[in-house]
């Protein structure tokens, strides 16, 4: 039972374009959703995080987007850069720091 | 600034060894945790600790044992290794529920291989 998917494991952009890398999750008690990037050999680093009372939040190129209603959130990366290669883990929140991840999505940058 | 350290980073093992992973912090962080990640399937709680002395199962706890005596230090035991056991093993910490950050940092993981 899968409560945090990422449904396309791999994505594949042109650099300076437009990233999108989609999540979808079950369970309506989580309080934080967050995106972590992650290289070869190297454990996850942290990204962006939403809390579940928003719908937006920015950090330069990164903006997260919360759909409570769908159940759904997306990271866009824009422009898109070569650096941005890696593996993008979406992970939930469910109290006393218990994060739920999804499988990964491996995006590619394409010069 | 280390952040999390986690040791060794490769390990192999024998069907039936026991050994200790070996996790430390530096940030006095009150949370520590415990993620096995496998092909295909993210990252999966094994256990937790929100604090010195108290500890709770995660998602997959099974042939784990954890304690924490300390705040800086959050040891993994394997008790009797088993090749479904082969996986890399992330540590990670965060500040707690009082600062209300969500982010949890991570160390750079342990690649075990059961054989």
């Known amino acids: 039972d899968q409560q945090v998917k990422q449904n396309s494991p791999s994505l594949s952009v042109q650099e300076g374009r437009i990233s999108i890398l989609n999540c979808d999750y079950t369970?309506?008690?989580?309080?934080?959703f967050l995106w972590y990037k992650k290289y070869p050999a190297e454990g996850p680093t942290f990204l962006i995080s939403?809390?579940?009372?928003?719908d937006k939040n920015e950090d330069g190129r990164f903006t997260v987007f919360l759909n409570k209603s769908a159940k759904h959130l997306s990271l866009h990366i824009v422009p898109s850069q070569p650096g941005d290669s890696a593996v993008y883990f979406c992970?939930?929140?469910?109290?006393?720091?218990?994060?739920?991840f999804g499988q990964g999505t491996r995006l590619t940058i394409n010069p | 600034n280390a952040g999390v350290t986690q040791t060794p980073k490769f390990q192999v093992l024998k069907t039936g060894q026991s050994m200790t992973l070996q996790c430390a912090q530096d940030?006095?962080?009150?949370?520590m945790s415990w993620y096995r990640q496998d092909p295909g399937m993210g990252l999966r709680l094994i256990h937790y600790?929100?604090?010195?002395?108290?500890?709770d199962q995660g998602e997959v706890p099974n042939g784990y044992n954890v304690s924490r005596s300390t705040t800086e230090d959050f040891p993994l035991r394997l008790l009797s290794a088993a090749p479904s056991q082969t996986s890399v093993y992330f540590c990670?910490?965060?500040?707690?529920?009082?600062?209300?950050?969500?982010?949890?940092?991570f160390g750079q993981g342990t690649r075990l291989t059961v054989v």
């Open positions: 990670a910490s965060s500040p707690g529920q009082v600062l209300g950050s969500p982010e949890a940092f």
């Open positions: 369970n309506s008690m989580f309080d934080y």
């Open positions: 939403i809390s579940s009372i928003k």
């Open positions: 992970a939930a929140r469910q109290g006393a720091q218990k994060l739920v």
């Open positions: 940030m006095n962080h009150e949370y």
């Open positions: 600790s929100v604090g010195a002395g108290i500890t």
